[in-house]
């Protein structure tokens, strides 16, 4: 990247050096978000500026390529293993830090892909702590592991907050809105966490819905162009009640976060995992006077990743995976912010 709202280049550069406690990583695959176009675009300017030249791409799985000299042989890592790259590095001395939510650092937390360079290139440089092995079935499809560590994470975590809230189990109903690479597994989450609550997905395009439901919403409501009156009709007729227990929004728009809140029940609680609009608008007084609740949820920690990694390992999670090539990189990026995407592409170097 030379510079914002310019395309993508591929260059030669140079393989990076790495620190006593870093491992070299050989990329393997790198899945392709909408927030790497955002960064492109300039939407994270303020909060992750970035030293341009500069290479994005946060979702990444590879090889151990190389060891540094201090990482401690309890890591467990050896060449030639395969990893994932959690991509929050905090700095592990503030609070958020000591409670493993590295992702959530205060202090002089980096994101790999917005700061420190990403995968969208052969070789990166990784401090050890943040490579999780991965050994179980998953290690021969490098493509299914990258998009674990964020479309597969986020959502993951988000879900995680509507049950801690109380809010999933039997005879609750949970409404996923944007069905792009976070919602088509966040639906799956929705099935394996919710405890017999009743799955909805909310989307604006008739083939992302499908995804959707092979994916195990029992139902999907296509919302484009539709007043909320008009979406709480159809949850009536497809669930019996006109409104939802929890909502996780993985699409960010103004339009999807006042829908969901438009569509909560009494004690209803919408978590917030998209990121595409700057501000949302909600109105005040159901909000007040019914007891919602608004959660942000931000990406996932190193335990998050984990258990993704655990529940991809044992065959339980569906994946929506193009590979794509570095190539094409530009095209991609184009369409993701188009929101033409279905499902995750992933660049697969060869
Ligand atoms: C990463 C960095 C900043 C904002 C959003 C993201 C997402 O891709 C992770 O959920
Ligand atoms: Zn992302």
Redesign the pocket.
Known sequence: MHGYREPLRIEEVPVPGIEPDEILVKVTAAGM????Y?LVDGY?KQ??PVELPYIPG?EIAGQVADIGSAVPRTAGLSEGDVVVVN?SWGDGTCRQCHEGNEQLCSGEGR?V??GPPGGFAEYMAVEYRHAIPVRGNGASAPELLAPLT?AG??PYRGLKKLRAAGKLGPGRTVAVTGIGG?GSYAVQYARLLGGGATVVALGRTDSKLAVAVENGADHAINTRETSAEAVQDELERVTGRRTVDAVLDCAGAEASVALGFDLLGPEGVLAS?G?MSDRVEHRLFPFVGTELSYLGS??GNHNDLVEVLALADAGRIKHNVTRVKLEDVNENLEALGKGEVVGRQVIVFG
């Not at 978000?33 to 790497?36: A, G, K, L, T, V």
């Open positions: 978000c909408r927030s790497d955002q994270f909060v992750f946060h991509p994101w892909g917005f964020d994470l986020t976070l995992v990121l931000f990406w």
